[in-house]
């Protein structure tokens, strides 16, 4: 488990930092890597601009992905993502404030794989983000990687 | 062919004349022959020299006579006794002659007014009147005497007719030379103008009265008159003709006696025979004429009486005038219309018919003045005046008929009051609409002749165009056009469009007098009559403000989309950017009281545990609210929707979110509504958490679904056991942020509430609410049926 890594994309410290302690508080240790908005996410995944060089072999297992962020929300990552046979298959669970029907929507067309909304109560917050880490990281098989895809 | 049976007063009349000459006649022979004797003039007492002369007083009695036949001709009955007397005077003279023939003694009458002693005809009396003239004189003073007695009258004719009689076989024995007859034994022969002048005198008496009595046979107008009139002459002369002419024979020698009385006998049977077929003959024919006549009459009364029925039956008054404008016939319409009886009428003068503005004006029999025209109906107004002084409309329509009795004019009049009045009406309505129509300042309304030249202008074009009538009246349409569409041919094009399919309507710019433009609606219509164009009716509004209005009403659509989208970015950026800060506030506070627990005392830890609960309702009424806003803003998709299946599924949510309760759930079968199946959830989820949440103390809760039907609307119901609330406070119930319980005791928003009344308002239904405090309370609300689209 411990190769598997979660790519968080919080652009508030403030959530970042409840997030990493509510992941901490239901014991996934995983690494965690934090980004803080769009552009930076797509950077690490596609191994351009800061993390140029990264080997983009080794992709994140899980990409919690906040919403409302400054350059490129949300939303435009995830459709980049999908995009791109590289992270076409990337579980990704939008994690934000918003519940709104609009975003929801837009979020599953968009092709993501979950939507938590954060709860305010951080008792929940901490279960809903303890529950995402095992059921993306334990339970869920990964998608196999890039172009490996037997005849489908 | 005979003569026509004459009239009565005709042959009266003749007779009545020949009465008079005969009174006249006989008593100028009287004076004539006392004359004679008075001077001794012999052609006057003889007439022919040798003859036998008239006695002075046959001579004084026939003058006697003849002036009282002429004086009871002019005095008639008034003057009875005159003639009666001269009667008397008459008779007793013939009687004292008789006497003294008789007796055979002289008392002294015969020569009591002139001397006969040198008498010149040898007879035994000097002076006294022959016998057959004394008879004669009895006889005719007693037809004098009794000819004005009451009954008399017969008995007069017959001494009047024995007198004539007796007269005539003197007259004869005279003809055929036979002394006998007016000379009887000792008595004086009778002078021939004395035989004439009785004649005459009896035929006067006869004849005084042609029409009474034996007369009447003769002078009357009946066929038997009639005949009696033809035969009489030659019943008279011929036998005697005939005699005379055998005797002549017989005295010439040409035949014996016997052969004479032979002849005598065959020609007077043969002319007795030819008279008898002649009257056989004129019977026949004056039979055949009179059964013509009679037959003729019956058609003719046929005829009569149909025209007197149809008369009658006239839907018309029908007034007959003849020519000195007097009524002489009208019918049972005419009865009815001018309120007059017939015999009120007949004989009246026909203006009494006519107010007395048409007195005189012939209107009622014109057409005897001006000749045979007949009178054009309704040419003027003329009115009839009935009985009562009441004015009524007549249409009268006259002809000239010559008849019998001159020319007579017949007027059928019909009332028109009832057609007037629809006329007048038809004029009113007419003229009212064409006042209406002018009058109309909101639509320029006009006419166009059809090549378009404007015939007719309003007030409403006035108003719009600026034009007065006397200004555009005869110009063509299209100068209310801009100059780009009377390039195009857009007036040209609207009138073809108009004419091909009866109406154009049209929206666009039009140009007033001063050249100003306004947004007009244009609707011409073709105006037809039997198929053919008369020309088009223009339409035209004002409808610059209104389009203004369209455009200010795009305007503000355009700005409240604008706020719209900022609301929704602004209910997005609540969304987001209030809930973040109370998560963090609260994520804050857990590790603070988890990272610190040792530095903080139980209260310090309290405090954060507050602070942590108010984040948690800070969210929850953010979320709230942002559902209430949605609600206002998203659009409504109204489809069917089972509201008993959304309930089940929503209650079953609850029991299972609290399974430990004990709750009783009744929902009603077969609840269908129209509404939008997203906002009509949210409803259903409130009411039943809000009576879940109140029926949280009852050890038993129950919570009933249900509708109620009334004529004018289906209302839904939730209704529970629980809390309930004081109606006092109904009016706050659906307030926002209005609660009715503390939140100590039940948890809320008091949004809840208010979200459910604002979808049921945008559904077009209505929310109320029943309750009592404690024993529970009833959420009802109704939905509009679905729309018949």
């Not at chain 1, 934000?96 to 929801?104: I, P």
């Not at chain 1, 599953?108 to 529950?131: E, L, M, T, W």
């Not at chain 2, 003294?100 to 002693?117: E, H, K, P, R």
């Not at chain 2, 039943?688 to 119901?717: C, D, H, M």
């Amino acid at each position: 488990m411990g190769a598997k890594i979660i790519l968080l994309v919080e652009d508030n410290p403030d959530d970042e930092a409840l997030t990493i302690r509510a992941l901490k508080k239901s014991r996934v240790t995983n690494e965690v890597v934090v980004v803080h908005d769009g552009v930076e996410a797509l950077e690490y995944l596609f191994g351009t601009g800061a993390y140029r060089g990264r080997d983009i072999s080794k992709m994140p297992a899980l990409i919690m992905l906040d919403l409302k962020m400054p350059k490129i929300d949300g939303l435009e990552v995830l459709e980049k993502l999908r995009r791109e046979e590289s992270t076409k298959y990337l579980p990704v669970v939008i994690l934000t404030s918003s519940k709104e029907e609009y975003d929801v929507a837009r979020g599953y067309q968009k092709g993501c794989n979950s939507y938590v909304r954060k709860p305010i109560d951080f008792k929940h917050f901490s279960d809903a983000v303890g529950d995402l880490g095992m059921y993306w990281l334990l339970h869920n098989e990964s998608p196999p990687l890039t172009g490996s895809l037997p005849g489908l | 062919m005979p003569d026509l049976p004459h009239t009565q007063s005709s042959i009266t009349h003749a007779f009545h004349h020949l009465s008079k000459f005969a009174s006249v006649v006989v008593a100028a022979i009287g004076l004539l022959v006392l004359l004679g004797w008075a001077f001794n003039i012999a052609v006057l007492k003889t007439v022919l020299p040798g003859l036998v002369s008239m006695k002075a007083n046959t001579a004084l009695c026939l003058l006697l006579s003849g002036v009282a036949l002429r004086l009871d001709h002019i005095l008639l009955k008034r003057g009875w006794v005159i003639v009666m007397t001269i009667g008397a005077v008459v008779a007793t003279i013939g009687a004292l002659t008789l006497t003294q023939y008789l007796f055979i003694f002289d008392t002294g009458v015969d020569q009591l007014l002139a001397d006969d002693s040198e008498r010149s005809d040898q007879t035994s009396f000097p002076g006294r009147s022959p016998f057959i003239t004394a008879v004669g004189l009895l006889l005719i003073g007693l037809a004098f005497v009794c000819l004005n007695i009451r009954r008399g009258f017969l008995l007069s004719q017959a001494f009047s007719l024995t007198t004539a009689g007796l007269f005539l076989v003197a007259l004869l024995g005279y003809l055929f030379g036979v002394r006998a007859p007016y000379a009887t034994g000792v008595s004086n022969p009778v002078a021939v103008h004395t035989t004439l002048a009785f004649l005459l005198l009896s035929a006067g008496m006869l004849f005084r009265y042609p029409d009474r009595g034996l007369m009447s046979v003769v002078g009357g107008e009946g066929m038997g008159a009639h005949m009696a009139r033809q035969l009489f002459l030659p019943a008279i002369c011929l036998p005697v003709l005939l005699g005379w002419i055998t005797m002549l024979g017989q005295h010439a020698g040409v035949y014996e006696m016997e052969f004479g009385h032979t002849l005598y006998a065959s020609a007077t049977l043969a002319m007795l025979a030819a008279g008898v077929w002649w009257s056989a003959r004129q019977l026949d024919r004056i039979d055949e004429r009179r059964i013509q006549a009679v037959e003729s009459d019956a058609v003719h009364k046929r005829t009569e009486a149909m025209f007197r029925a149809l008369l009658e039956t006239a839907p018309e008054a029908v007034i007959i005038v003849n020519r000195e404008s007097r009524i002489v016939l009208v019918n049972a319409r005419t009865e009815r219309l001018f309120g007059y009886g017939r015999k009120e009428l007949v004989g009246k003068d026909v203006d009494c018919l006519l107010p007395e503005r048409f007195h005189g004006s012939h209107v009622l029999h014109y057409t005897i003045d001006n000749g045979p025209a007949t009178r054009p109906a309704g040419s003027d107004e003329i009115y009839g005046l009935r009985k009562d002084d009441s004015e009524f409309p007549i249409e009268i329509s006259s002809s000239p008929h010559q008849t019998q009795d001159g020319v007579l004019a017949m007027s059928a009049i019909r009332d028109i009051t009832e057609r007037k009045q629809a006329a007048d009406a038809v004029r009113a309505s007419a003229e009212r609409f064409r006042l209406m129509v002018e009058g109309v300042t909101d639509y320029a309304i006009l006419v166009l002749d059809p090549e378009g030249y404007i015939v007719s202008w309003n007030a409403g074009a006035q108003r719009l165009k600026g034009y007065r009538a006397e200004e555009i009246l005869g110009y063509h349409f299209s100068r209310f056009y801009p100059a780009e569409d009377v390039q195009c041919g857009k007036p040209e094009h609207e009138l073809k469009v108009a004419t091909v399919e009866g109406r154009v309507e049209d929206e666009g710019w039009r140009v007033r007098q001063d050249g100003s433009r306004f947004w007009a609606n244009v609707i011409i219509t073709a105006i037809r009559e039997k198929g053919e164009l008369r020309g088009f009716s223009k339409v035209t509004r004002d409808l610059t403000e209104r389009k203004q209005a369209e455009e200010d009403i795009k305007e503000s659509n355009a700005k409240l989309k604008v706020i719209n989208q900022e609301l929704e970015a602004f209910s997005y950026s609540v969304a987001h950017d209030l809930q973040s800060p109370l998560r963090i506030i609260n994520g804050y506070c857990q590790a603070l009281a988890e990272d610190c627990v040792e530095k903080l005392d139980p209260q310090a830890q309290d405090h954060l545990k507050r602070i942590q609960i108010a984040t948690v309702r800070m969210g929850q009424l953010i979320d709230n609210l942002l559902k209430l806003s949605n609600v206002s803003r998203t659009t409504i998709r109204k489809s069917q929707v089972d509201l008993g299946a959304l309930a089940q599924g929503l209650t079953d949510e609850l029991k299972q979110a609290e399974p430990a309760r004990e709750a009783e759930f009744q929902i009603q079968d077969g609840m269908f509504a129209e509404a939008d199946p997203q906002l009509i959830r949210i409803v259903l989820a409130n009411l039943l958490e809000n009576a879940w949440k109140f029926t949280s103390r009852q050890p038993r809760a129950r919570i009933e679904v249900g509708l109620l039907k009334s004529e004018t609307e289906t209302a839904y119901f939730v209704r529970d056991n629980g809390e309930g609330f004081d109606m006092a406070y109904v009016d706050n119930l659906f307030a926002p942020f209005q609660r009715l319980h503390s939140t100590r005791d039940f948890p809320g928003s008091g949004i809840g509430l208010a979200t459910v009344q604002r979808i049921i308002l945008r559904h077009g239904g209505r929310v109320w609410a029943e309750a009592e405090k404690g024993k529970g309370a009833s959420v009802y609300f109704s939905l509009p049926p679905k729309s018949p689209v």
